[in-house]
Structures are given as C-alpha cells and as structure tokens.
C-alpha cells in the first residue's frame, strides 16, 4: 500500500534518512520505532508527501507520489501530526470538519459522519462545542484521530499519538485505538518510541536507527531474534527495572 524505495533525506548536513527502504501493507499496522531523531517523523512527512525524497521513491498503491498526483492521494491519507496538530482558534467541530466543509459536503452529511466517529473514538458530544485548550490531551487526541478519520482515507498515519499522555489515559487510548485499527481494517503506519505500545499495536514493527531500518518484522522477531545487537539494547533498555526485580 505505501512502500519507501531506497529512500535518502538529508536536512543540510543531517542525513535524516539513509538509503531506506520499507514496506506498510494494506490492512495491517506498521510500526515505525526506534529512539529519538532516527528518522520516524521523515518518514511519515514523506509518506503524506509533505517531503520529497532527495533520491529513492515514495509509492502509494503501487504508483509513484509525484507532485501532481499527490492532492489526489492526500485525500486518501489521515495524519496526525505530533501532539495533535489541532487549529487553537477552532472548536473541535470546526477542526474534524474543515476539510469536509472545504469540499462541500452537505451539512447533514457532515454531522451524520461526525456522530458516526465521535461514538466509535468516544469523544463525549458536548467537547465538539469546546477549543483544544478546553479538552484533556486524550480529548485532544481523539479529535485528531476524528478529523483525520473524516474523509475514510486509505491510510491512517499518526506520529506519536499517545507521547504525551498520562500512563493511565495512555492505556485506555491504546485499547480503543487497537480496536479500531482492527474494526475499520485501514492501513495504519504508526510512530513511536516505547517498544510495549508498538508490540501491542502493531503486526509489522520498523526499528530504525540513525536514519537506517535496524529490522523489520514482527514483535517476536524483534524480541526472540534481534538483527543486530542494538535491537536488543533498545529492547531490553525499555523493560521496566522493576520487573526484573519481580
Ligand atoms: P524522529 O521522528 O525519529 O525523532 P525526525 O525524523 O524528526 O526523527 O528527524 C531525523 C533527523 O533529521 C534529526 O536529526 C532531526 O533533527 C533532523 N530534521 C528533521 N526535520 C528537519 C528539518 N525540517 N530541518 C532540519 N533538520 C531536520
Ligand atoms: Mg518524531
């Protein structure tokens, strides 16, 4: 569904990504992991066509992303940006359905769509009427998720949903973000850093290292048999020290 071919990205000197290449099937979750600045934001911003490659290919349903196809694609991919990305200065109504009120779809049409997901991410009716600063950052991310949602895209991406969230809220969104990965069947690429949360989300999981994928495949194969040994370090330096003590 959306493949990186060989890809390299440099910002200046900072070789953000380095001859990358890497594969999210249709249907399935993808994870992308690894610590921070190793390249897992790039490759998102490539996938939705935000970057161009400096050399490789990004491809989407088999075909090149090219600037000319790419307003089309767009409208099939969902993105959450990194802490929300929600406008200040609009409701949450307004921020989930700007683009579908920019396409003019029918008022009616609308609010059926926004009833329809504000039940399935759970987002109480009465915080569509509130601004981002008025919602709890789990609100904030539902409503992300909502807008992003709104069009039925082909693909979801979202980067860092759950980073700043409380260990509580965090879980209860990994559960119902689980179930509606697996309820809606989208193609899902996913970024994090905490090696649990791509475990419990994802079927594929992309380890990337100083803008290189380390390993890709599933949670087992990173676990049971690490490619290198600094899967395993980033493994195991994750497992809480408390446990060990258990
Ligand atoms: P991650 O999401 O894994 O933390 P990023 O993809 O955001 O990493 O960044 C990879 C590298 O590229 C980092 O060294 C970062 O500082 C650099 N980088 C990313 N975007 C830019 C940019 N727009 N300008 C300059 N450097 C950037
Ligand atoms: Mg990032």
């Not at 989930?96 to 059926?112: F, G, K, N």
């Amino acid at each position: 569904m959306l493949e990186l071919r060989h890809v390299s990205k440099s910002f200046g000197p900072t070789h953000a990504l380095r001859d990358v290449s890497l594969a999210a099937e249709a249907g399935q979750t993808t994870v992308l992991l690894g610590p921070s600045g190793c390249g897992k934001s790039t490759v998102l911003r490539l996938m939705v066509g935000l970057l161009r490659p400096d050399a490789g290919t990004v491809q989407f349903d088999g075909e090149p992303l090219t600037p000319t196809n790419l307003e089309h694609v767009r409208h099939r991919m969902g993105y959450v940006i990194q802490d929300g990305g929600l406008f200040p200065h609009l409701t949450a109504r307004e921020n989930t359905t700007l683009l579908a009120r920019h396409l003019s779809q029918s008022a009616p049409a609308i609010d059926e769509r926004l009833r329809e997901l504000t039940t399935l991410v759970k987002l109480p009716l009465d915080a569509l009427d509130r601004y981002p600063v008025q919602l709890s950052g789990g609100q904030r991310q539902r409503v992300g998720l909502v807008r992003a949602l709104f069009l039925d895209p082909h693909v979801l991406l979202l980067d860092e949903p759950l980073g700043a969230l409380d260990p509580l809220i965090r879980a209860d969104l990994q559960e119902d973000l689980r179930t509606i990965f697996r309820d809606l069947g989208k193609t899902v690429v996913l970024v994090t850093h905490d090696v649990g949360e791509a475990g419990y989300l994802g079927d594929t999981l992309v380890l990337m290292k100083d803008g290189t994928v380390v390993q890709q495949g599933s949670f087992e194969d990173l676990v049971e048999r690490p490619a290198e040994p600094f899967a395993e370090r980033f493994i195991r330096a994750q497992r809480s020290p408390v446990f060990d003590r258990m």
